[in-house]
């Protein structure tokens, strides 16, 4: 009996302590000296360790607004879990970590640090979850959320539909289909935020466009040596292993390849023309003037120069050739055809046609952010200048120097143009010479 009675007492000293382990443990991940709502409140210096039962709907809450994440274990990547496309596009957060970590055991990080950098996120060398140790200058109005292995959030992955694997004719948000970041992060391209450009010149063009790319470089493009004028390519993700790595090895040699996150394909345009709006706005948002054109196209700089400095001044404006009274093509075989559901109207809004368009780079921002918020349509120049434009109450203003067509090769039409359609690779060579010919007399 006395046996019995000496077991059953050795296994509650047992429970008791392995309970009390358990209670000591919980007590200090959990942080429970505090509320969920205090902790939305919480000053600027509080640590806030999240345990792992933190429901996930909380999770949106906490980390909204401006909010640094720490972590040296690469665990961070699970608030980023929380957040939708659009929160991780209009809202700063700074993350604190260990950089080999980081990539080594978290990919949504590694991404995250190559997507968004120094703008969102801040990579530091020896990271530890004390925030005071880190080096961290805290605000007001910013929360820190401490992630550890030992106390990681529990969330379920966010996935991004891909535009291909949807039907845009049944009318699809852009925003969902949209994926924001980039490939590759080049600072060269536009320094200190644009603060001394004039003029940027974001080229559209497919992977495969190597020589119409090349033939740029060594015509028009090189106007984007001087120090007040930007020249890059804009192309998209491929499916071809040998297409990625040539293309890597161009940006390497070149580096003025921007690489978005979208499939490069025709029926993927807009989604092109909104990762320059996105790349424009987080890393060149100082530039004056942002011009967009595409790979086929002659740009004559010098004239586009003077016609900015006499526009300098000019606000929430877009110049180019304005389309008015164009109608939706409802036969379903055409390239062109729009659904009913996609744009209802019987008429587009008036819109500058998209082989060249400049635009001011105050409304860059807002432009970006509409475009995500209306109905996708892969006519990127109806959909861009002309339905989120008139939305925004965006000038759309026609200039007759944007020709945005094919014209006979003389040097005093070239020289009158600013824009110049349908041109082959080796034809670039020809109008760059009779640009530059002053010999010859015009009116």
Same mark, same amino acid.
């Given at each position: 009996?006395?046996?019995?009675?000496?077991?059953?007492?050795?296994?509650?000293?047992?429970?008791?302590?392995?309970?009390?382990?358990?209670?000591?443990?919980?007590?200090?991940?959990?942080?429970?000296?505090?509320?969920?709502?205090?902790?939305?409140?919480?000053?600027?210096?509080?640590?806030?360790?999240?345990?792992? $039962?933190?429901?996930?709907?909380?999770?949106?809450?906490?980390?909204?607004? !401006?909010?640094?994440?720490?972590? @040296?274990?690469? &665990?961070?990547? #699970?608030?980023?879990?929380?957040?939708?496309? +659009?929160?991780?596009?209009?809202?700063?957060?700074?993350?604190y970590?260990?950089?080999?970590?980081?990539?080594?055991?978290?990919?949504?990080?590694?991404?995250?640090?190559?997507?968004?950098?120094?703008?969102?996120?801040?990579?530091?060398? $020896?990271?530890?979850?004390?925030?005071?140790?880190?080096?961290?200058?805290?605000?007001?109005?910013?929360?820190?959320? !401490?992630?550890? *292995?030992?106390?990681?959030?529990?969330?379920?992955?966010?996935?991004?539909?891909?535009? $291909?694997?949807?039907?845009?004719?049944?009318?699809?948000?852009?925003?969902?289909?949209?994926?924001?970041?980039?490939?590759n992060?080049?600072?060269?391209?536009?320094?200190?935020e644009?603060?001394?450009?004039?003029?940027?010149?974001?080229?559209?063009?497919?992977?495969?466009n190597?020589?119409?790319?090349? *033939?740029?470089?060594?015509?028009?493009? &090189?106007?984007?040596?001087?120090? @007040? /004028?930007?020249?890059?390519?804009?192309?998209?993700?491929?499916t071809?292993?040998?297409?990625?790595?040539?293309? $890597?090895?161009?940006?390497?040699?070149?580096? +003025?390849?921007?690489?978005?996150?979208?499939?490069?394909?025709? !029926?993927?345009?807009?989604? %092109?023309?909104?990762?320059?709006?996105?790349?424009? +706005?987080?890393?060149?948002?100082?530039a004056?003037?942002?011009?967009?054109?595409?790979?086929?196209?002659?740009?004559?700089?010098?004239?586009?120069?003077?016609?900015?400095?006499?526009?300098?001044? +000019?606000?929430?404006?877009?110049?180019?050739?304005?389309?008015? %009274?164009?109608?939706?093509?409802?036969?379903? #075989?055409?390239?062109?055809? /729009?659904s009913?559901?996609?744009?209802?109207?019987?008429?587009?809004?008036?819109?500058?046609?998209?082989?060249?368009?400049?635009?001011?780079?105050?409304?860059?921002?807002?432009?970006y952010l509409?475009?995500?918020?209306?109905?996708?349509?892969?006519?990127?120049?109806?959909?861009?200048?002309?339905?989120?434009?008139?939305?925004?109450?965006?000038?759309?203003? &026609?200039?007759?120097?944007?020709?945005?067509?094919?014209?006979?090769?003389?040097?005093?039409?070239?020289?009158?143009?600013?824009?110049?359609?349908?041109?082959?690779?080796?034809?670039?060579?020809?109008?760059?010479?009779?640009?530059?010919?002053t010999?010859?007399?015009?009116?």
């Amino acid at each position: 009996m006395a046996l019995q009675q000496n077991r059953i007492l050795r296994f509650l000293m047992v429970l008791t302590a392995v309970l009390l382990t358990i209670f000591i443990y919980a007590s200090y991940y959990s942080n429970t000296v505090m509320t969920l709502p205090a902790r939305l409140h919480a000053s600027a210096s509080t640590t806030l360790s999240l345990s792992a $039962n933190v429901q996930k709907q909380h999770a949106k809450n906490i980390v909204g607004g !401006n909010a640094i994440i720490i972590t @040296d274990k690469g &665990h961070g990547g #699970k608030i980023l879990q929380q957040l939708n496309n +659009d929160e991780l596009n209009n809202t700063m957060y700074r993350l604190y970590t260990n950089e080999s970590a980081a990539r080594s055991s978290s990919p949504i990080i590694s991404n995250a640090i190559t997507n968004f950098n120094q703008k969102h996120f801040d990579v530091l060398p $020896n990271v530890t979850s004390n925030s005071s140790s880190s080096g961290v200058a805290l605000t007001s109005n910013m929360k820190v959320l !401490n992630v550890t *292995a030992a106390n990681p959030l529990h969330a379920k992955t966010k996935t991004i539909t891909n535009a $291909n694997q949807i039907d845009p004719l049944k009318g699809v948000r852009t925003g969902d289909i949209y994926e924001s970041g980039y490939q590759n992060i080049d600072r060269q391209l536009c320094a200190e935020e644009g603060a001394h450009i004039k003029l940027l010149v974001l080229i559209t063009s497919a992977p495969k466009n190597q020589e119409a790319r090349l *033939a740029i470089r060594q015509t028009w493009g &090189h106007y984007g040596t001087r120090r @007040d /004028v930007a020249v890059a390519f804009v192309l998209g993700r491929t499916t071809s292993q040998q297409m990625e790595d040539t293309l $890597n090895a161009e940006s390497s040699l070149y580096s +003025d390849l921007i690489r978005g996150q979208f499939i490069d394909s025709y !029926n993927n345009l807009t989604l %092109k023309t909104v990762s320059i709006l996105e790349w424009v +706005d987080r890393f060149c948002p100082k530039a004056l003037f942002v011009l967009k054109t595409d790979d086929d196209m002659f740009i004559n700089v010098p004239k586009l120069l003077i016609f900015v400095d006499k526009h300098r001044n +000019d606000k929430r404006t877009i110049y180019g050739r304005l389309a008015k %009274k164009w109608k939706p093509i409802r036969n379903q #075989k055409s390239k062109y055809y /729009v659904s009913p559901i996609q744009f209802s109207s019987a008429v587009y809004p008036q819109f500058t046609t998209g082989p060249a368009y400049l635009i001011t780079s105050d409304v860059i921002h807002d432009l970006y952010l509409k475009s995500l918020e209306q109905t996708y349509l892969k006519l990127e120049d109806v959909y861009t200048t002309g339905i989120v434009a008139q939305l925004l109450n965006i000038k759309r203003v &026609h200039v007759n120097e944007f020709l945005n067509r094919r014209i006979a090769f003389n040097p005093c039409n070239i020289r009158k143009a600013i824009s110049v359609h349908m041109i082959k690779s080796n034809e670039q060579f020809d109008l760059w010479k009779k640009l530059l010919d002053t010999s010859a007399k015009c009116k």
